[in-house]
């Protein structure tokens, strides 16, 4: 519980950093395949947001993700998630233009021929999050650590951590990338859209990503900053980012991506002036990031109408029953 006399964010990160939370954690990670999704998510939640998950009526944020996890199985799903076969539906949806490179595909990391890749690249695992290289020099690049990197998230079924179930039942492969950066800035902001049943609403903006200069800032779509934060995943910024040049383009394509989806986040980088898709995320954080100010987090799920659970695609439960019945 939280001490009335703290703050949420410092509340939340005393939790967090405790060594009863991480074991706790680990622990139920470590039996995940035994559990259904539901009493899955219903032991994770609170452990990692500081509230019992309410999913017969859910209001938050956080609940909602949650409650669409369990209940919208559209199969469409696992190609959108998937960062080589989402290139094809980007391209139709939206044209090829928006579209990052790609320079090859491999199975496993020995398919790779480092001699054929250019001076700069970016390799990835396609079916999780996180298995990811970004190689700025060959001439310096360490294939072991990559090798390490990539072989890790090879073997990793990205659905059991936090039962994202459009990653189930993806092929593992590795996917190697044009180098991305802006010339005229020298870096690479990420831009997240998170769409609400369809109607970009709020731009997430990471900047110095893979640095120690992390910052996570939110901007709503006419790029006024907003007092919502995520302390825990990213520090704020001490200023007010330029806006971007591309944003109308950016939320235009964002919302005809979203169409027809409950919450989405599209993810885009902006290189010479010009609009890469990155990727599309459900659930941002999983739903299991908290956030600073729970009135955000009711704020923020008040802009997702969940479907009826007659019109969604029927859940497929893809946990083990038997474990349930001693909690």
């Known amino acids: ?14 939790r ?37 998950l309410n999913l017969d009526n859910p209001t938050t944020y956080n609940e909602k993700l949650q409650w669409i996890k369990l209940y919208d199985r559209n199969p469409a799903y696992c190609m959108m998630v998937d960062k080589y076969d989402v290139k094809g539906y980007i391209a139709k949806i939206i044209g090829e233009d928006f579209v990052i490179p790609t320079i090859g595909i491999y199975n496993n990391f020995d398919e790779i021929n480092f001699n054929d890749l250019p001076s700069q690249f970016v390799l990835k695992c396609t079916h999780d999050s996180g298995g990811i290289v970004i190689c700025d020099d060959k001439s310096c690049f360490d294939i072991s650590k990559a090798r390490k990197i990539l072989n890790t998230g090879l073997k990793r079924n990205y659905y059991y951590d936090n039962r994202e179930w459009p990653y189930r039942d993806l092929k593992p492969r590795i996917i190697a990338e044009q180098y991305m950066k802006d010339e005229n800035t020298n870096t690479l902001n990420d831009y997240k859209v998170l769409c609400f049943n369809g109607v970009a609403k709020l731009i997430e903006l990471h900047q110095g990503r893979y640095s120690n200069n992390h910052t996570q800032d939110f901007y709503d ?33 964002s919302e005809k991506l979203a169409a027809n989806i409950p919450h989405v986040r599209v993810d885009w980088y902006i290189v010479n002036n010009h609009l890469y898709f990155g990727e599309l995320t459900f659930f941002d954080g999983s739903g299991l990031n908290p956030w600073d100010r729970y009135e955000d987090d009711l704020l923020m799920g008040s802009w997702i109408t969940l479907p009826d659970k007659k019109t969604v695609a029927p859940p497929q439960d893809f946990g083990v029953q038997g474990i349930d019945m001693f909690y």
């Open 1 to 14: 519980m939280m001490n009335e006399n703290e703050s949420r964010p410092l509340a939340i990160l005393k």
């Open 16 to 52: 967090l950093f405790t060594q009863k939370y991480y074991l706790r954690v680990k622990m139920l990670k470590q039996f995940s395949k035994f559990f259904s999704d539901r009493k899955y998510l219903e032991l994770l939640f609170p452990m990692r947001t500081g509230y019992k």
């Open 221 to 253: 779509r006419n790029w006024k900053k907003t007092q919502i934060t995520q302390g825990t995943y990213g520090k704020v910024s001490n200023e007010i980012a330029e806006r971007p040049a591309l944003l109308d383009d950016m939320i235009k394509l």
